[in-house]
């Protein structure tokens, strides 16, 4: 079964950055969709960016449209979230997630996060604060 781990959360000054790291434990990326996703305590998981493994097309929350970017490494069957310019309200559990190609696309794994479908990391922490 696949597996995607996260790392690389952490605390952050607003207007500070960082990158975090999904690993994940299939043979290609080539046949899923990646997504990274947000919730905090009281609110629904959000899309946060999500790419394709196939054509790498992307789709961005607009909250975060300009200040994030998502990459992928194939050869390392890793995709990465660099967050710049970060805001208090970037505070999350950041979870990487991937669902097959087949079942979905960018735009509709980022606008419902595919919580009973999906493959799913543990989380991680970022919190933005002074």
């Known amino acids: 079964q696949a597996k995607f781990v996260e790392s690389g959360g952490g605390s952050v000054q607003p207007g500070g950055s960082l990158r975090l790291s999904c690993e994940a434990s299939v043979g290609s990326l080539d046949y899923y969709i990646i997504g990274w996703f947000r919730e905090v305590p009281g609110k629904e998981r959000e899309g946060v960016v999500c790419?394709?493994?196939?054509?790498?097309?992307?789709s961005y929350a607009d909250s975060v449209k300009g200040r994030f970017t998502i990459s992928r490494d194939d050869a390392k069957n890793a995709v990465y979230l660099q967050m710049n310019s970060l805001k208090p309200e970037d505070s999350a559990v950041y979870y990487c997630?991937?669902?097959?190609?087949?079942?979905?696309?960018?735009?509709?794994?980022?606008?419902?996060?595919?919580?009973?479908?999906?493959?799913w990391g543990q989380g991680t922490q970022v919190t933005v604060s002074s």
């Open positions: 997630a991937a669902a097959e190609t087949l079942i979905t696309t960018v735009h509709a794994m980022c606008e419902t996060p595919p919580l009973r479908t999906g493959y």
């Open positions: 790419i394709s493994g196939f054509d790498g097309g992307t």
